[in-house]
Antibody, heavy 120, light 108 residues
Framework: QVQLVESGGGVVQPGRSLRLSCAAS????????MHWVRQAPGKGLEWVAL????????KYADSVKGRFTISRDNPKNTLYLQMNSLRAEDTAVYYC?????????????WGQGALVSVSS | SYVLTQPPSVSVAPGQTASITCGGN??????VHWYQQKPGQAPVLVVY???DRPSGIPERISGSNSGNTATLAISRVEAGDEADYYC???????????FGGGTKLTVL
């Protein structure tokens, strides 16, 4: 069955970098788009980034554009989120999710999330 | 940027029908997707493309979309339906995913 497992979360100081990983099993990443979605403590869902199904394009929320990069390693079947210049407001649980597309992108399977805490 | 508006909370008695709305400018022209999130858990897709259900989602859960409002309806509500529910669209003009603010469903 489809499974997504995030790792790499933790406590990091403002201005530093962190890389999240999302290991996929039960399906092959390459023909699918993939999302990162975050949720600040006690808040709602916020979309972060989308990697196109063929890896040809990336889209980012305005709040992270220029600081975060989404990528994948097909042989490792793993998705990444490189987060640079982290800010306190980036503190959240980060979910990776498989993207499906019909009349627009949505997320059909989600991981359990990785907590990122940005604090001095 | 495109905005989706949900009521912060909806309350319903067991066995009744809960309706959760998602408002947006001409949202009827977009595909709306809905997620259920229980405390401490990841979101789960419950409706996609306005009214389709993934396998394993009960028929009690349904969606509709027209004009400026999309609606998620849960009939014969059970205690296990208590959760936060989020609507979502793809905004093609900006190539962004947009989530509503979420609605907390309370079963009385």
């Amino acid at each position: 069955q489809v499974q997504l497992v995030e790792s790499g979360g933790g406590v990091v100081q403002p201005g530093r970098s962190l890389r999240l990983s999302c290991a996929a099993s039960g399906f092959t990443l390459s023909p699918y788009g993939m999302h990162w979605v975050r949720q600040a403590p006690g808040k709602g869902l916020e979309w972060v980034a989308l990697l196109w199904y063929d890896g040809s394009d990336e889209k980012y929320a305005d709040s992270v554009k220029g600081r975060f990069t989404i990528s994948r390693d097909n042989p490792k079947n793993t998705l990444y989120l490189q987060m640079n210049s982290l800010r306190a407001e980036d503190t959240a649980v980060y979910y990776c999710a498989r993207a499906s597309h019909a009349n627009g992108w949505y997320a059909d399977y989600w991981g359990q999330g990785a907590l990122v805490s940005v604090s001095s | 940027s495109y905005v989706l508006t949900q009521p912060p909370s909806v309350s319903v008695a067991p066995g009744q029908t809960a309706s959760i709305t998602c408002g947006g400018n001409s949202i009827g022209t977009k595909s709306v997707h809905w997620y259920q999130q229980k405390p401490g858990q990841a979101p789960v897709l419950v409706v996609y493309d306005d009214s389709d259900r993934p396998s394993g989602i009960p028929e009690r859960i349904s969606g509709s979309n027209s004009g400026n409002t999309a609606t998620l309806a849960i009939s014969r509500v059970e205690a296990g339906d208590e959760a936060d529910y989020y609507c979502q669209v793809w905004e093609s003009s900006s190539d962004h995913v947009v989530f509503g603010g979420g609605t907390k469903l309370t079963v009385l």
